[in-house]
């Protein structure tokens, strides 16, 4: 049976050795030590972030490395605080995700987005350290990585796999000494127990692809970026198939659908824009929704 986490799960959670998720039900954030380095994998919003640098302080560790997996809003605008704090870790992204955040309409996006989702923490009783960013995040000085590339941190490794289907710049990190994929939004936006929805942004066949790639990994212990990780072989490969699944019959529910997109979208947007999705602004799922239609299409 799968692990279910709430907003009263206590952070961080020790997974397996040298592997933590940190941050809270919302926002997770994975540190990997090994025994010469450490690694943050994901890096959070605003409003999480002050919440986890307590907790690295509280652990005694200072990040080596902190890992952007792709340039979406909930997962760069903690960035900042985190490059103030340990201003010797060196950023670890992917070779398009600095040109996402700098197009001016992404930007503004970030923003708006990250005061969206630090009034949603403040509303559910998480009140963050901080106001929400006034500007994006700069991933300039960045290390790239690309796929195949591989960071021994001592005793456990990063094999990073660039992937596709849901955002230009996305990054996959595998850990195989410990059986952890680290997939950040890879497997869709989960609503533990209840439903997924799919978010396969930039492409369908690839989103689908990306899927199967990462199932056949094999790893017992799914690290995603909200909800709290998958653990457990079982749970974890049924995770795959309910990610695939609610794909496979919302593409085909949007293909056999004759209406125009305008008419449709309110209806899909309707069907998911609820609980923890909430945690984004209306105009944000609604353009998802939209690209989510026109993918579908394609």
């Not at 396969?200 to 899927?211: R, S």
């Not at 072989?233 to 529910?253: G, I, M, N, P, Y």
Request: hydrophobic letters at 40%; charged letters at 25%; glycine letters at 8%.
């Amino acid at each position: 049976m799968e692990t279910r986490y709430d907003r009263k799960t206590p952070f961080p959670q020790r997974l397996a050795e040298g592997l933590a998720v940190l941050g809270n039900y919302y926002f997770n954030l994975y540190l990997v030590q090994g025994e010469q380095a450490s690694a943050l994998i994901e890096v959070g919003v605003s409003g999480v972030v002050d919440l986890v640098i307590g907790q690295l302080d509280a652990l005694g560790v200072k990040p080596t490395f902190l890992v952007v997996t792709h340039p979406h809003s909930d997962h760069t605008t903690g960035l900042a605080a985190l490059r103030e704090r340990f201003p010797g870790a060196l950023v670890v992204t992917a070779e398009a995700a600095e040109e996402f955040i700098k197009h001016p309409k992404a930007a503004t996006a970030l923003v708006e987005e990250d005061a969206h989702m630090t009034a949603f923490l403040e509303t559910h009783g998480m009140i963050p350290g901080r106001t929400s960013v006034t500007e994006p995040p700069s991933l300039a000085n960045s290390l790239i990585a690309r796929e195949g590339d591989k960071m021994d941190l001592g005793g456990l490794t990063l094999h990073f796999l660039e992937v596709s289907g849901h955002s230009p710049g996305q990054l996959v990190v595998h850990v195989p000494e410990i059986d952890c994929l680290i997939a950040s939004d890879s497997v869709g936006f989960r609503f533990p127990g209840r439903d997924v929805f799919p978010i396969f942004l930039t492409n369908y066949a690839d989103y689908v692809a990306t899927l199967d790639r990462l199932e056949g990994l094999k790893p017992s212990i799914l690290g995603i970026a909200h909800q709290g990780p998958v653990l457990g072989e079982d749970a974890v490969r049924q995770a795959f198939q309910e990610a695939r699944q609610r794909s496979v019959e919302l593409r085909s529910r949007i293909v056999n659908d004759p209406r125009p997109a305008e008419e449709l979208a309110p209806e899909v947007f309707a069907e998911f824009y609820k609980d923890e999705l909430t945690m984004y602004t209306e105009e944000n799922i609604m353009t998802c929704t939209r690209l989510i239609i026109r993918r579908a299409r394609e």
